[in-house]
């Protein structure tokens, strides 16, 4: 009998380079003869539908891969396949629920995957099925986002990528804003060169058609594309007509919108305080690119604006004690501030944000608008370096008064942290990307700001409830305010909309009613519930992230009501989709801000919302997404109706799946014979040890088997200083400088930081007080590292997987076994792990409990997105 033939089809309209290109040119015999992307936009909440339907041209099963990737702050609504006029729907649940089910998967060991980030602004899905021979499946995912309003302009990004040329290829856009379409522009790199001629477009008043169908021929032609068709973004840009100052407000079915943003005001003076991190972790690119964007931002700054600068390291330091007004003088002052300014020492974001919050405080002017803005790219690691005593700080002292705009620069940012520092003080967190277009992107960010027009904006809506967020500290030009909400007892006619706001001194207020001269009927705005329901679960999810405790657990409910009604893959749910018999259950995840991949298939570059199947599938991972912005998509078995032959024979076929089962690590117990194990998915990247108060850090890459451990660790020291190991080289790196040692070797190797070790396949490290042996493994003919920490950093705030304290528990005596661990009961099991800390690696009876409960943490607290 054959064996199936796996074949991996990149589609959707942005696809990671997830095929490899020898696969794809060598492998004709699979067709994607139909891809369809389809997006309407309404009230700038878009629904965009992707439908590509592949044909298996061979005589033998293949596995066919959907690939996609959707905007990030996107909700998947719908998913579904059609395999022989069979249907296969996804349903959304609670996480929990696909958490049993998933558990359940892995036992059996079957496989999963991931939802990656790809870049700034997308993340990509991924499941495959099998197809009988010479047979069709159809792809269908739906996604929705409400249209975020930035510079003046809306954008609605579609990136296609189906690796290989489509003769039925659409993109279709169909635009429908009721005040008008003020401008309509199509950019990206699919409307270039001769693509160019493969778009039309129609703007008409309030309703704009968008259509991109490139032949076969021109879908080799731009800069991206090639043998493997199109490669590349559409991005329809527009705006609508602001024909009142009290903006758009729609109604349908009981619930409304209202868009508000005027321009016809006069701009407000603004007192800004610039906080630059000036800490040795900025170093070269990062700190070249803010002074670039500094002094270019000092250029746009206008004569009635006052404004400070202050950075810091480990001492904080103000360019001047007070505001200055931003006149030539005083800029040319700056400038040559901002021009010296160097990277050096460590972290003190505490005490840098409460001398910028004290700057604007000693400053108060009547008709102007304050902000903070801060820089920065690491953790707090000196002066006050607890996060919830610093949240508590900031937000005492600036007491609402002003927004405080966080900005984290690179990747290993705490982000979270950031994030919600600026969440409870009215403004937001943004990443800027360690990249060559950084001081663009920071320039960017405070044009958003630059232009306050209003503040202190409270809406008003008498007959309305269960409303969006409706108080805003500031309203910058350029920018929308949008708030839905219900109309009580759907009675329009006893329904008003106020807005009250602050315009320099004065106090400006805009009324409206809702207009019934149009049937409710004849209104084709159904949408706007589900756009309430989007905000909702958006705004609800930003508060979740401020709240702790009982009240935390409470939003986290309605937010979670809320998904389930309208079917929202977010990060407290997940999707649960029926496959045809013997297909694999699988399991994706939604990643958090910055989450790269933990892993990766052979011949795949990157990871995404995977649902693996077939003769390679990826290790069992389901991360916690209530607290860690991740969701998952679960593959479930399923029998279908009716059956034929064909499919029959297909899946008789199939290539067998291999899966690698999780690794087993041992958590020491207090006071009790028997220690903790849990399982760790393999192939991810782990935090190990991280010490902000001495700069250390330790991160390791698990290799792909559960028999082995970490294939490489690197432990990072006093800013440009680090040690590298995989299993044939130790470098130490010291600078520029870095040196070479062989594990046959023995040395004894000393600087003045650092003291390392090497005996016996074995690395003694000693920095500071923390003390680490790194034994060099081999079993099964692969070798493997496995570290140990034999001597503790003091301090606060240390985290990572080898920083777990041992865990105190009792014994719940009952129908199952249960432990008591910090006052909440654990359901266990008795098992063993090997013990690698000790070189005879025994094998020891532990209590089995899920990660989670070990940790006292997510999965994704304890993973990195580079070593």
Known sequence: MMEGVTVRVGLLGLVLACVTTAMANKNRDWDIYSFHINSTVTSRYATTIITSRVANRMDQSQEIEFHVKIPKMAFISKFKMTIEGQTYDGVVKQKEEAQQQYTQAVSRGQSAGIVSSVGRTLEEFKTSVTVAALSKVTFELTYEELLKRRLG??????????????????????????????????????????????????HASSEAWVHFYPSKEQQSQCDSCGEQGLNGDLVIVYDVHRNTSMGELKESKGYFVHHFAPSDLPRIPKNVVFIIDRSGSMHGRKMKQTRQALLKILVDLVEDDHFGLITFDYTVSAWKKELLPANQENLEAAKSFARQIRDRGATDINAA????????????????????????????????????????NVKEAIGKKFPLYCLGFGMDVNFEFLEKMALENSGVGRRIYEDSDAALQLQGFYEEVATPLLTDVQMVYVGGANLTQTNFSQYYNGSEIVVSGQITDNNIETFT????????????????????DEPIEARPDSHIQRLWAYLTVKQLLDKEVQSSGKAKEK????ALDLCLKYGFVTPLTSMVVTKPQGETSQ????????????????????????????????PGLLLDAAEDSYSAYIMEEHQ????????????????????????????????????????????????????????LSMNGQLGQSASTGYQKIVIRYNNNQHIELDTTVITFNNGQDATY?????????????VSLILRDKEVDINIGLTRIIIMLYERNGIKFLWPVLRQHPTGDNIMGIMARPPVAYEEVQGTTMKLKIQDKEVEVSRDSAVDLSVRSAPTVACW????????????????????
Not at 848 to 866: H, M, R, Y
């Open 741 to 753: 040692f062989s594990w046959r070797l023995k040395i004894n190797h000393t600087t003045d930081s």
């Open 497 to 516: 909309a106020e807005v009250i706001a602050i315009s320099k001194s004065n106090r400006v207020m805009y009324s409206e009613t809702i207009s019934t």
């Open 153 to 202: 302009k809306y954008e609605l990004l579609i990136h296609a990528r189906p690796m290989q040329p489509v003769a039925d290829f659409k993109i279709d856009v169909y635009i429908n804003e009721r005040p008008g379409i003020n401008f309509l522009e199509i950019k990206g790199g699919l409307s270039t060169k001769e693509l160019a001629n493969a778009i039309t477009k129609t």
């Open 353 to 392: 944000v409460l001398e910028g919050t004290a700057m604007l405080n000693r400053n108060p002017r009547e008709g102007s608008a304050s902000l903070l803005i801060l820089l920065t790219d690491g953790d707090p690691t000196t002066g006050e370096t607890n996060l919830e005593k610093i949240h508590k």
């Open 848 to 867: 089995l409990l899920p990660l989670q409960s070990a940790l006292q943490g997510e999965l994704a607290d304890f993973t990195v997105t580079q070593l």
């Open 587 to 618: 399991v994706a995840h939604k990643p958090k801000e910055g989450e790269k991949p933990s892993g990766s298939r052979q011949g795949f570059s990157g990871s995404g919302f995977q649902f693996m199947g077939g003769e390679a599938g990826y």
């Open 640 to 695: 279908p109706t009716h059956s034929s032959k064909a499919a029959t024979r297909a899946r008789a076929r199939a290539t067998p799946t291999t899966v690698s089962s999780p690794l087993r690590f041992l958590l020491p117990a207090e006071d009790q014979a028997l220690p903790l194990c849990y399982d760790i998915p393999v192939a991810l990247s782990l935090r190990l040890l991280k010490d902000p108060n001495n700069e």
């Open 555 to 558: 939003v986290k409910k309605e």
